[in-house]
DNA sequence: GCAAATAGCCAAACCGTTTTCAATTTTAGA
DNA sequence: TCTAAAATTGAAAACGGTTTGGCTATTTGC
């Protein structure tokens, strides 16, 4: 049903309903009420291009999605989904073709001009994230799920991660270990390098010289958690722990630790990054899993909702949130055993 | 820039520069070529907002979100941007808010009244999913994933769950497995029924009677999966081998054997069903994972696929499709011991 | 009691396209 | 060369709302 013809059923103009149903101060109570009963009754709803033609608001959030299908994803739109739910706003999923780096730019140039999101959430930036500049100088709002470097004015959502890192690395050396590995997501991003940077801070703060044959970059698969974990283990002089980059590295590093006959916990320490999955716990891992814990759903929730105080007319300069890391201890950590001679 | 400006910096109409960059046959080679090159380079592209009002379409079609956050979700999703990319269509992802059935009813009533979206995916539906029958009913089109019973012309894709199982059930009892465990998915939904089925017609016809203590019904998480194969394992006639719903449910298979100190493969035999996820492979468990096995990623691709023929005027009565669901047996399977009398 | 202010409502313009219908130019046929 | 048919192009009318500015009633202030 049309507004025009809604409006004749309602004895109103259309002026007069469409300032009802959108809240508009100069209509007066009840009218308004018999405009909103009546739209119930018979079921009316504005066209929503129509309204998004004339006010130039797209009512949707816009998230590129790369080809890696990663499954944080999921957990952060759900995140999303809970804060949105309310609101009448979207999430619209942008396929990204090649992560090549034209293509990227020119597809977020696209997404802007084509004028379908209202805002972009932008993930896993760079220090010096091109995408962060493009946006800014097209004037779209936009929220940054990570920290960049760069220097241009832009808000932004992130964990700490140099300090969630420092710290579980610090524990381990408390506990004894000398020879701590790292697994690390893959090079270039903001966040891995935060953890790079809070790992060997650790580590020097000890006294300990980074040791380059213990560290690795991958994606967060449990097939690369096992061949890196058992490569390292495999060296002459190995590791006795390791900080893991996520839940299904950790898996991968479990599993080369039993391969080779040892235990995690004692023989090995392991503590990995915990983006809280509803799948899988690192509670109930066997042994538990000790992890720097931050739920990814919650800052989707958060995102989202920073967003939409963005597109209300908040200052993206105002909008900067570091969230602190838990550092939850389990069974996979445990004093060094000292090393045969 | 707005058509006019545009059509104006070329020196033609409106009219036509519409058509050219629509692809209508109306306007002459030399023309189309000119004003695609314009449009190019001086970086005009139409409103989508105006050309969706005009039209009436979309451009996007939308998947409805449970609060579970699936992580074949973001899988299933990655697929069909895989197809959708090159397409101008994008994925509209709606948050349910609760799954209270009336609730979801109106949502999908609501969806299709806003005219946002130009095909809707339907995810695990029921034997008799009133989600259909609306959308029917409203003349949404739509397609399932999936399969339900209901008596009302729709479009589907769906992996043959029923074989799948049936042939996993069989392939344990021939290794001479009699006390098979099924973890399934949550009830109600077709696909858990089917795979039932499956289970029960491989077991009925080897003359060997369900037992209902050895079935379960969940979420597919690792700690139900564990929960299950743990309370299992300790009834006191235990079941030789699994059948269970997903990757993550066999992860906690895996550890409840371990925990009570049996091999998977010798003591145990597990089958799980896989949807191949390029973070976590049954081929890298250890022992490797025997599983039934069919690609979510490609069904999102086919799906998207399957929706932009629909839309493009494909009956729903002719896209009907069944996949076959291969069985990879690795070392998860074994001949079954004799048990201890 | 009267002017001014305030409510409450409406007509019409506009958002930026697509598309119908008509006009114009080209091409083909005789 | 002229005419009918075909190929191009354009003007203007939608699409379905929101919003500006104006117009009546009704209050309010003095």
Redesign the pocket.
Known sequence: ????E??KKV????????????G????????RARVAEAAMRLG????V???R????RAGAIGVVMGRAGEFHFAEFMAGMAERLVAEETDILVIPMADPNHEDEMQLYRRLVESRRVDAIIVHSPKPNDERIALLHELGMPFLVHGRSAIDVPHAWLDIDNEAAIKRATSHLIDLGHRRIAMINGRPGATYALHRDSGYRMALQSHGIEPDAQLIANGNFTDELGFRFARSFLEQPNPPTAFVAGSMMTALGVYRAVRSLGMQIGRDVSVIAHDDVFPYLTADNMVPSLSATRSSMRAAGTRCADLVLQLLSGRSPLEIHELWPVELILRESTGPARPSSP
Do not use: D
């Open positions: 049903m049309k507004l025009k809604f409006a004895g109103l103009s259309p002026t007069t309903v469409s300032r009802a149903l959108s508009y101060p100069e209509v007066s109570e009840t009218t009316y709803s504005p066209n291009n129509a309204v033609l004339k006010t130039g």
